[in-house]
């Protein structure tokens, strides 16, 4: 923390807007969580969405501790279908897609929210596919 209360920090902060200060604070916590996560480089845009989507979704002190889209949507948030970035999830496969003795799951990685539909981004590093899928 030392870091943002040197003074010269401090006066270029000051200079930049508030769009800048929240890139920097989205780019720091994607960076913290990959390094913790043990998440390659390659899917940096995977962690800043994730981080995006967990700001948007948690409680913030600025709100009175309630999270921007409980402000929004005038209702409490649940927060259960939250994932850790980064960790072994397994995802279902179809019936369609296996046959009898084949798994019924894939080991995967989970890399965060589809902004597209309701499901999680999974990535199978052997076949170097990135899935959506609602059944993890």
């Avoid at 279908?81 to 279902?92: P, S």
Wanted: proline letters at 6%.
């Amino acid at each position: 923390m030392a870091f943002y209360t040197s003074p010269a920090v401090l006066e270029h902060l000051n200079k930049i807007g508030a769009v800048e200060r929240k890139n920097i604070d989205l780019l720091e916590k994607t960076r913290a969580l990959m390094i913790h996560m043990h998440v390659p480089k390659t899917f940096w845009s995977h962690g800043v969405l994730s981080i995006a989507y967990l700001i948007n979704w948690l409680p913030s002190r600025i709100l009175h501790f309630k999270s921007p889209l409980e402000v929004l949507q005038k209702q409490p948030s649940n927060l259960s279908h939250l994932q850790v970035f980064g960790c072994i999830c397994f995802v279902h496969i179809q019936t369609s897609h296996r046959d009898k003795l084949d798994p019924r799951a894939a080991k995967c990685v989970f890399l965060g929210y589809s902004a597209t539909q309701k499901g999680y981004k999974c990535y199978h590093p052997p076949s170097k596919k990135l899935f959506i899928s609602r059944d993890v």
